[in-house]
């Protein structure tokens, strides 16, 4: 028989990421039954992982059978109910997807809005919550992978708790590579998927709420409009209980518990500090190349960075041939930023030094051929006095106030 077994790519795209070999094993293993003790016992030491992840005490933190927008969908679906006012900062993709939701949950949505490329802006938050009294919901986006911008949360969770408001933070492509910290913070309903800096395939949403958030769940009038996601009934399943409700994603739970053990193993301090070094070595080595950054330092996520297209290149020439010559995936931007940003993701196993330097040699190559004039040297030599440390990264070029957009 023919087989279609598709050849590696490495993934330096906004998800998913590579995958660690030892999670590709973890899915090999005997397919159990769901209520099989062994695999209870997994799922057991799976939740405890991911509140090591997500730093957090709470009962509730589970994983999601579905992607990380069937994560957003469980925290609008549970927790608002029709009539109720939510404002959601809209600065990319994921924030618009979330006012969606919130209004197919028949919300009252508050959008704020920021410029693609640039984070919510705290002022503007306060502005539309004192225009809109009796706000129940702050939904955020924490890290735009649409964009690469890291939104500062803290001032948006204190604005929100200030006025009795939960807050709901998107944190899909931060979880495991950026600090997400849900108790330290105050986040009371958190989502994320497995695919981006945990480095497991698509197909999970680890979740988390706290006791507040529950209260509000029990406090319903109407019942909960998703089946599948209906949170009382997961908890059922995931909880002492163990009530089926739906036959566990048995594989993939393998997965992503091989892929927190890694974690783990890691340790979060030493994961968030890697992610930032290979994003500054990289962002250093695109400068030396002559490409402006879409986002300004202050506010450029490590998981993703947002590359301007240079004048008179074309995006898809420069994707096609990275794919086809070296193997290479990376992003294109959406909506307002299609044909104008290139997208390169440094998530989990991805972000390594390795992957740095192949992507800043073939990137260069293919543009030099294009006719736009970059030295992959250069580009290489930028990054390698990231890679030294401090005392040599003093003479590392930054954005120098050149980055913060890709007008053409
Ligand atoms: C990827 C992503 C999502 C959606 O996750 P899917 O797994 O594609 O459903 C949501 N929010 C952010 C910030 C993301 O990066």
């Known amino acids: 028989m023919h087989s279609m077994k598709p050849k590696e790519i490495l993934l330096l795209g906004p998800g998913p990421s590579p995958v660690e070999p030892k999670v590709m094993e973890a899915i090999a293993w005997p397919v159990l039954g769901h209520l099989d003790p062994d695999f209870l016992a997994i799922m057991s030491e799976t939740t405890e992982l991911l509140r090591g992840v997500f730093e957090t005490g709470n009962n509730v933190t589970l994983p999601l059978s579905g992607t990380g927008s069937s994560g957003m969908e469980t925290a609008f679906v549970n927790f608002v109910e029709p009539g109720d006012k939510v404002l959601v900062g809209v600065n990319g993709v994921f924030g618009a997807r979330m006012a969606d939701m919130a209004s197919r949950c028949r919300a009252e949505v508050v959008e704020v809005k920021a410029p693609w490329g640039k984070p919510l802006d705290p002022g503007d938050v306060e502005k539309a919550l004192d225009a809109n009294p009796g706000v129940k919901f702050v939904a955020f986006v924490q890290a735009e992978t649409s964009t690469g911008v890291l939104t500062p949360v803290e001032p948006l969770v204190e604005m929100a708790h200030r006025r009795g408001a939960l807050v709901i933070a998107d944190t899909v492509s931060s979880l495991g590579g950026v600090p997400v910290a849900v108790d330290r913070r105050g986040l009371d309903i958190v989502f994320s998927g497995s695919q981006k800096c945990l480095s497991c395939p698509p197909g999970l949403a680890p979740f988390t709420a706290n006791e507040r958030a529950l209260e509000v769940l029990r406090g319903r009038k109407t019942k909960v409009p998703s089946w599948y996601f209906d949170l009382s009934m997961i908890t059922q399943y995931w909880g002492k209980e163990r009530f ?35 994003s500054d070595a990289l962002a250093a080595g695109l400068r030396a190349c002559g490409l402006r950054l879409l986002v300004e330092d202050a506010y450029r996520l490590p998981s993703l960075t947002a590359v301007c297209v240079p004048e008179g290149v074309s995006d898809l020439d420069v994707r096609g041939r990275l794919r086809r010559e070296h193997g290479i995936e990376i992003g294109g931007g959406l909506g307002e930023l299609k044909g104008r940003i290139w997208r390169v993701g440094l998530m989990g196993y991805g972000s390594r030094r390795e992957n740095v330097e192949r992507l800043l040699a073939a990137l260069c190559g293919i543009l030099n051929d294009l006719g736009f004039r970059c030295s992959a040297d250069e580009a290489l030599a930028a990054a390698a006095r990231v890679y030294a440390g401090p005392a040599a990264r003093g003479a590392a070029p930054s954005g120098g106030g050149r980055d913060g957009g890709c007008v053409k």
């Open 244 to 278: 089926y409700h739906h036959t566990a994603p048995v594989s993939m739970i393998y997965a992503i518990y091989m892929a927190l053990r890694l974690v783990k193993e890691e340790g979060l301090e030493a994961r968030f500090g890697r992610h930032r070094l290979n």
